[in-house]
């Protein structure tokens, strides 16, 4: 099931305690436009878009079920001039990458972040669902053997993103069997490379992300939630996984493409 609009709103529209697993992928803050006046990440600075995150999965929390888990996919940005990514490189194409960088207003000066600064977004976000009562499970590496090339000399390439595990509860449902590789228990590093979405032209992540994720986290015939559905990688392979799932999308050209992958599973 889709929900289009504002996942604030929409996510009141779940059951209480219906979800089993969130799989998902925000926006990351200063990186991309998604050309819509609601959307996550134009916030002026990170603090404010953490806070604008920790709203929403507040609200998650009431629609996941005690012993569910929450997967969320989140990358770091670099703080200048331009309120975002401080690095021209090709991570997007024109529309959405440097050229809006190049036109976004400066962001107010900040309190410690310095121009060129690594904003650190992941573990602000990671630490204040603590505060919030969640618990922290692990920090998984994303390593991508394909990273986008940087046009840098002052640092290494950047090639992994962070996958962070929550739970609301200390005793939660977790199935390592079900990504065991070779009979040996998965590691909390995943390698795999990004994938591309050419309708929607931005990289999504891989089938195998999301697979892994409802893989441990939940059972056939659960519901998968992600409220940033973008291109619907997670609801596509939920289904292909035997799940039911709900997700949310804010921009309607999203949400046809969405219709037309999920219509393509061989369980729909």
Request: hydrophobic share 35%.
């Amino acid at each position: 099931m889709i929900l289009l609009g504002n996942c604030y709103e929409k996510i009141d529209e779940v059951f209480p305690k219906s979800i089993q697993t969130v799989v998902t992928s925000p926006p990351y803050w200063g990186l991309r436009n998604y050309d819509n006046d609601e959307q996550l990440g134009q916030e002026s600075s990170p603090e404010i878009f953490v806070s604008n995150l920790i709203r929403l999965f507040d609200k998650i929390k009431n629609v996941l079920r005690d012993d569910g888990t929450v997967w969320v996919n989140i990358g770091d940005t670099f703080f200048g001039a331009k309120g975002g990514h401080h690095d021209k490189n090709s991570i997007t194409n024109s529309d959405t990458g440097i050229e809006y960088r190049q036109k976004r207003k400066a962001p107010p000066k900040h309190k410690y972040l310095k121009d060129g600064d690594l904003a650190g977004v992941p573990w602000m976000f990671a630490t204040e669902m603590q505060k919030q009562g969640w618990y922290l499970k692990q920090d998984i590496i994303w390593h991508k053997p394909n990273p986008m090339p940087e046009a840098v000399n002052n640092r290494c390439a950047k090639a992994h993103e962070y996958i962070f595990l929550f739970t609301k509860k200390k005793q939660y449902y977790f199935n390592a069997d079900a990504i065991r590789v070779k009979d040996v228990r998965r590691t909390s590093v995943w390698s795999m490379n990004t994938a591309s979405c050419k309708e929607a032209h931005f990289a999504v992540f891989p089938q195998e992300l999301p697979a892994l994720c409802i893989k441990a986290g939940s059972k056939e015939g659960d519901t998968v939630l992600d409220p940033f559905m973008g291109s619907g990688t997670t609801a596509y392979v939920a289904q292909e996984l035997g799940r039911e799932w709900v997700g949310i999308e804010l921009n309607p050209k999203y949400v046809e493409i969405i219709k037309r992958k999920t219509a393509q599973s061989t369980l729909f």
